[in-house]
């Protein structure tokens, strides 16, 4: 069965600190995106990872890719409120067919 | 970037009716699109692939015959929600895809269903 699931669910953390969202998947995949969604609105894409070990970065947010632990994680560093939002990865199982994880809401509080 | 639009952002029908979305690629061609349903507070559910020019392929659990997807042109894919019924609620998300793996998700398109 194809799963993909994220960890924490839900997120408050105060600004200035630094937390990792998990994000494990089930099936053999080296494609894995990150997606965040604000209240309301569609996705905006984040990250897109395509190989084992891929590491990238915007701004206070960093992904990496395990494909071997079939793991991504998502580190926020010094959050701020703007960062608010519910962040998604999604996983191509089977050829351009996303998958995508429980979603993590994050709330940033001052 | 892909820019894709969705019509209408948001609707409002009687249980029964039929409602129809437009997905639209505005500045490429799109062979594949996709359609994905979002209740609140959840995540997305893939419903469908679409196809320009064959027959949508539907995800295990999708009535095909509810919801009728049309991928007549390279820039516009539609789902029609057929009879619609208060389940039928939820958040609609387009997406083409573009450079071999990356989707570019629409704007979304709310129906409620009374």
């Known amino acids: 069965e194809l799963k993909v699931e994220q960890n924490p669910l839900f997120l408050s953390m105060q600004e200035g600190k630094n937390y990792t969202i998990?994000?494990?998947?089930?099936?053999?995949s080296d494609r894995l995106y990150w997606y965040r969604q604000d209240?309301?609105?569609?996705?905006?894409?984040?990250?897109?990872?395509?190989?084992?070990?891929?590491?990238?970065?915007?701004?206070?947010?960093?992904?990496?890719?395990?494909?071997?632990?079939?793991l991504s994680t998502l580190h926020i560093t010094a959050a701020v409120h703007d960062l608010s939002a519910t962040y998604f990865c999604a996983v191509d199982f089977a050829g351009n067919q996303f998958y995508f994880g429980t979603g993590t809401s994050l709330t940033v509080i001052p | 970037g892909a820019v894709v639009s969705q019509h209408p952002s948001r609707v409002i029908c009687k249980s029964g009716t039929s409602v129809k979305i437009e997905c639209r690629s505005l500045d490429f061609?799109?062979?594949?699109?996709?359609?994905?349903?979002?209740?609140?507070?959840?995540?997305l559910m893939l419903m469908a692939t679409s196809n320009e020019g064959s027959k949508a392929t539907y995800e295990q659990g999708v009535e095909k015959d509810k919801f009728l997807i049309n991928h007549a042109s390279l820039?516009?894919?539609?789902?029609?929600?057929?009879?619609?019924?208060?389940?039928?609620?939820s958040f609609y998300i387009c997406s083409v895809l573009r450079?071999?793996?990356?989707?570019?998700?629409g704007p979304g398109t709310r129906l409620t269903v009374l």
């Open chain 1, 22 to 28: 998990y994000c494990n998947y089930s099936t053999t």
């Open chain 1, 39 to 70: 209240p309301g609105k569609s996705l905006e894409s984040l990250f897109v990872l395509l190989s084992n070990g891929a590491v990238k970065q915007e701004g206070r947010l960093m992904a990496s890719l395990d494909t071997k632990a079939r």
């Open chain 2, 75 to 89: 820039t516009l894919s539609t789902l029609t929600v057929t009879s619609a019924h208060p389940e039928d609620s």
């Open chain 2, 29 to 43: 061609q799109a062979t594949t699109m996709f359609w994905y349903r979002q209740f609140p507070k959840q995540s």
């Open chain 2, 99 to 105: 450079g071999g793996n990356t989707q570019y998700f």
